[in-house]
């Protein structure tokens, strides 16, 4: 009787189990690929969703999760998951740390502990401050949108409001240096909301994103307050300047600029490093790579609209 490993009723031989997993075996050696205990030991997903979560809740409680609320034993519930929160992202931020020291084959101590300690601590520190740009967010939603009902709708059903504040808490961390996790945030609420916002990029107040899907927005993008965007729109990058070995240059500001009360519509697309000017419209897909000076409204010519009637399809 052949030698099998059985499981539901399917069947691999013994030698087939063996020559595939030698051969998966040694592609995993040169360690590209694998998070291992004594190699990177990155956060893993499901990490960085828990200290998500836990952000989440600390931003709005009771909206997302399985806890009930109540406002005399509120503060006593907060006090736990900011103690759970800060021991959780401390372990993951000093691991990405470690992994970034490791890279640069760094012989001294890099801090990784002392540098966690901080980057975790600004955040947690920046909650108040974050709750109330969140408000003024939430607030620009209602004014903007006549379908809203409530504000508490707008928190509890509204894509955007997930992908602003989590880039808003990831930005805090990526200005800390935090390698991975605030990419990791933000990634997970572009996955969630199709709204692509790099974690680097700075967000004023009073920012609206309607409906939201296929917006993206660059790693150096500036954008005032009181902005409005629609769905489509991107904030992206005109080229990539490349060193004398071919590779591109990192670092360099390469998104725009959006000033204050700018209004842009859906499928716009700006590109590189321009200033949209305060107060500017652009309209729906329209392509802007020049700066544009306050007061600015740019449109799509009519005239370079085809129309077809019924009649000319005949």
Not at 63 to 90: A, K, V
Request: net charge neutral; aromatic share 8%.
């Amino acid at each position: 009787m052949k030698n099998l490993y059985r499981k539901n009723n399917f069947y691999l031989e013994k030698a087939e189990l063996e020559k595939l997993t030698g051969a998966l075996s040694a592609s995993y050696q040169d360690g590209f690929g694998v998070n291992v205990e004594e190699g990177a030991n990155l956060p893993r997903r499901r990490e960085i969703l828990s200290v998500t979560a836990k952000l989440e809740e600390l931003l709005f409680p009771g909206f997302d999760g399985e806890e009930r609320y109540r406002f005399d034993t509120m503060q006593y519930r907060i006090g736990q998951l900011l103690e759970s929160l800060y021991s959780e992202l401390c372990q993951l931020t000093v691991r990405c740390f470690c992994y970034m020291c490791k890279k640069s084959g760094s012989n001294h101590d890099c801090r990784t502990e002392e540098r966690s300690r901080k980057a975790v601590t600004a955040l947690l520190n920046a909650l108040p401050d974050l709750r109330d740009i969140a408000r003024s967010d939430i607030d620009a939603a209602y004014a903007g949108d006549p379908a809203a009902r409530s504000t508490d709708e707008i928190i509890i059903s509204y894509p955007a409001v997930k992908a602003i504040e989590i880039q808003r808490m990831a930005h805090v961390l990526y200005k800390h240096d935090v390698p991975f996790i605030p990419r990791m945030m933000t990634e997970y609420a572009h996955s969630i909301t199709g709204i692509d916002i790099n974690p680097g990029a700075e967000i004023g107040r009073g920012f609206f994103i309607d409906h939201g899907t296929g917006v993206v927005i660059g790693e150096t993008a500036r954008i005032g307050n009181n902005v409005r965007l629609y769905q489509g729109v991107t904030l992206g990058a005109l080229s990539f300047p490349k060193d004398s070995c071919g590779m591109l240059v990192k670092g360099l500001r390469r998104h725009p600029t959006i000033e204050d009360n700018v209004t842009i519509y859906a499928n716009a697309t700006v590109l590189g490093d321009v200033t949209i000017g305060a107060g500017s419209v652009l309209g729906g897909n329209v392509w802007v790579t020049e700066d544009l000076p306050p007061g600015t409204k740019v449109v799509a010519s009519a005239e370079n609209l085809i129309r077809y009637r019924k009649e000319d399809a005949k």
